[in-house]
Nanobody, 120 residues
Framework: QVRLVESGGGLVQAGGSLSLSCAASGRIHTYYTRGWFRQAPGKEREFVAAISLVGATNYADSVKGRFTISREDDTLYLQMSDLKPEDTATYYC????????????????WGQGTQVTVSS
């Protein structure tokens, strides 16, 4: 089993930056991919970014060039810059056995989420 705990969310003005962390415990290395998703009120949870065991990365078009996913030891990071009000959401990390999937059903061990609010 894997336990994931997100942190680093907060309130930031548009154009600002924020860094999220996802600490993992348990058998994290049995999973090939670690990813970030987000869910805004009234909307479905959507893919943000993912990173594989070998360091390959994948981003949603909406965040490409602004967000950077990285991994160090058992902690996953999401560096967010040039934030926009539409980035406001609860951000979740999760793991998957698959690569190149952006489907929430292919991910599991969801953390509790961390809130990011971007004011205009």
């Amino acid at each position: 089993q894997v336990r994931l705990v997100e942190s680093g969310g907060g309130l930031v003005q548009a154009g600002g930056s924020l860094s999220l962390s996802c600490a993992a415990s348990g058998r994290i290395h049995t999973y090939y991919t670690r990813g970030w998703f987000r869910q805004a009120p009234g909307k479905e949870r959507e893919f943000v970014a993912a990173i594989s065991l070998v360091g390959a990365t994948n981003y949603a078009d909406s965040v490409k060039g602004r967000f950077t996913i990285s991994r160090e030891d058992d902690t996953l990071y999401l560096q967010m810059s040039d934030l926009k009000p539409e980035d406001t959401a609860t951000y979740y990390c999760a793991v998957s056995e698959y690569w190149n999937s952006k489907d929430t059903t292919d991910f599991g061990s969801w953390g509790q989420g961390t809130q990011v609010t971007v004011s205009s």
